[in-house]
């Protein structure tokens, strides 16, 4: 840095896919970006390939990194999650003073922000966990941000913040989530949610394909006309673009020579490990996570496709199902099958709210996830009025608006439950919500029959519908019930 050049009004650690993109999109918008990767050679390449593109101050160490930024500091770290991070924040810290602003941008768990911001502020600086959706591409022309940490950073940041992400009708997709955790946490939902979306549109996919024998070119035109409804979504707008993709070497249709074993980086479990935590039942994302893992497991599926008995199978054609209607049906239990697994994730944000003492408005989520990032959808417009309309509402089932949609959902959904069973096809999301859906609806739960099982076995005690109490039956006695 030369003495007359310009300090940054932020800076970038980390230029790796996320981090380079970031930093152009700073520099786009008019900032001056100090940038400093691990290795020199990634900061070369910025510099060598978009350094042209806004003002950049390079950095060779971290020293240098700090000193090219104005006060207070602000640096957003976009390595590697975990030790990383760790190590990438102490030394910041160490080369930082009081009062500047480090700003954990990658996909951290919630906890390890929690624990960084305690650990931090104890130094004198500021802590900011802040969820980035929108990948490679959001980074570089806008995604969603999602920052927790103190509401005092916010005032620092928050500018910067909305002059790089995305924005829908005039309202930047960045807003101040809540204290500590609660940017990562709510970025992590955010994850697990994509993970339904994605599968229920797998399971779509699957039905059409191997239940009504659709191509893959066919089955993309369905999903652009999808797309002009109430589904309308970038994952159904990108679905249709996979499956219109054909391979060059073979001619195929791309699809089929993907091999069919999903990865999964870790949010969508960590979405369901923190639901079992805070005892929210998230069942699509849930079964979102097993079907890649069962995806993955290609030692057992060798062992054990054409090894299972299927039981007598049908087809479409036997049962008397039109193709056309049946597209339809599946439409609406795709759409159905999302509407549980959003309403679950704001059920679980809720939960981590009222857990952390966080504040979580869910209108916020619904405004920002609006655009920039994977599950920028059309229909968060309908959740955030939702929210709006009653913020306490039970579930988004419940609100009017949904309640109606699922009026005229639920007995196709049905329909194409029933149908994939019968043609043999997994739809692990599409029924585990259905059944969710029944569970919800359904006046007596056989967890009345479990609290029976639990007192036997181990006293456990129950309670009466009709009158108050806490009971025990003496099973290996004489059965009568005692008031425990
Ligand atoms: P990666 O997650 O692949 O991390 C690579 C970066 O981490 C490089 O800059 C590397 O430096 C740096 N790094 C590592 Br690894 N260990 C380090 C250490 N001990 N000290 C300093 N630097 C270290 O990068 P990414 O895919 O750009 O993602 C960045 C963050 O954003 C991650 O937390 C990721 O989960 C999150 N995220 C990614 C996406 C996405 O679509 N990729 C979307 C949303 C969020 P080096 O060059 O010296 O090895």
């Not at 500091?73 to 975990?82: L, S």
């Not at 768990?109 to 004198?124: C, F, M, Q, S, V």
């Not at 893959?216 to 679905?239: H, M, Q, R, V």
Request: net charge negative; with cysteine.
């Amino acid at each position: 840095m030369t003495e007359n050049s310009k300090l940054a009004e932020i800076g970038v650690v980390g230029l790796a896919v996320m981090g380079s993109n970031l930093a152009r999109n700073f520099a786009h918008k008019g900032h001056t970006v100090a940038v400093y990767n691990r290795s020199f050679s990634k900061t070369q390449a910025l510099m060598d390939n978009h350094g042209s593109e806004g003002t950049f101050i390079p950095s060779e160490t971290i020293e240098e990194f700090v000193a090219s930024l104005e006060k207070p500091r602000r640096a957003i770290i976009m390595v590697q999650a975990g030790p990383a991070t760790d190590a990438v924040i102490n030394q910041l810290a160490d080369a930082m003073e009081e009062g500047d602003i480090i700003i954990d941008g990658g996909n951290s768990l919630y906890t390890d922000t929690i624990r960084r911001e305690k650990e931090i502020a104890e130094r004198g600086l500021n802590f900011v966990g802040a969820g980035i959706s929108g990948g490679e591409e959001g980074a570089l022309n806008g995604p969603a941000i999602m920052p927790g940490g103190p509401a005092k950073s916010w005032e620092a940041l928050g500018p910067l913040l909305e002059s790089i992400a995305a924005n829908v009708d005039g309202t930047p997709c960045v807003t101040h989530i809540g204290p500590d955790g609660a940017g990562h946490f709510v970025k992590m939902v955010h994850n697990g949610i994509e993970y339904a979306d994605m599968q229920v549109i797998g399971e779509a996919y699957q039905l059409l394909r191997y239940g009504a024998g659709m191509t893959p070119a066919e089955i993309s035109e369905t999903f652009k006309t999808w797309n002009e409804g109430d589904l309308d979504s970038y994952l159904i707008e990108i679905t249709a673009e996979v499956l219109s993709q054909v391979d060059a070497e073979t001619g195929k249709p791309l699809i089929d020579v993907i091999v069919d074993a999903a990865g999964q980086k870790g949010t969508g479990r960590w979405t369901v490990k923190a639901a079992l935590d805070l005892g929210i039942p998230v069942t699509g994302i849930g079964e979102a996570v097993f079907a890649r893992a069962l995806s993955g497991a290609s030692a057992q599926r060798a062992a054990t496709v054409g090894n299972l008995p299927s039981g007598e199978l049908t087809t479409l054609e036997s049962l008397g199902v039109d193709k056309a209607t049946f597209v339809e049906d599946v439409r609406r239990a795709l759409y159905a099958s999302k509407l549980v697994a959003y309403a679950q994730g704001f059920d679980e944000i809720k939960a981590g709210s009222a857990e952390y003492n966080w504040g979580v408005d869910p209108r916020d989520l619904a405004t920002i996830w609006r655009g920039g990032c994977i599950i920028r959808a059309k229909f968060l417009n309908r959740i955030r009025e939702a929210y709006d309309t009653n913020p306490d509402v039970e579930s988004l089932l419940l609100d009017p608006y949904f309640k109606g949609e699922l009026e005229g959902l639920v007995d196709s959904w049905r329909r194409v439950v029933i149908a994939a069973t019968q043609i043999g096809q997994p739809i692990p999301v599409f029924a585990s919500s259905l059944s969710y859906y029944d569970s919800l609806r359904a006046e007596r739960l056989p967890a009345a029959l479990i609290q029976g099982q639990r007192d036997f076995f181990g006293a456990h005690t129950y309670k009466r519908v009709d009158k108050e109490g806490t009971f025990h039956t003496l099973w290996s006695g004489d059965r009568t019930e005692i008031e425990a």
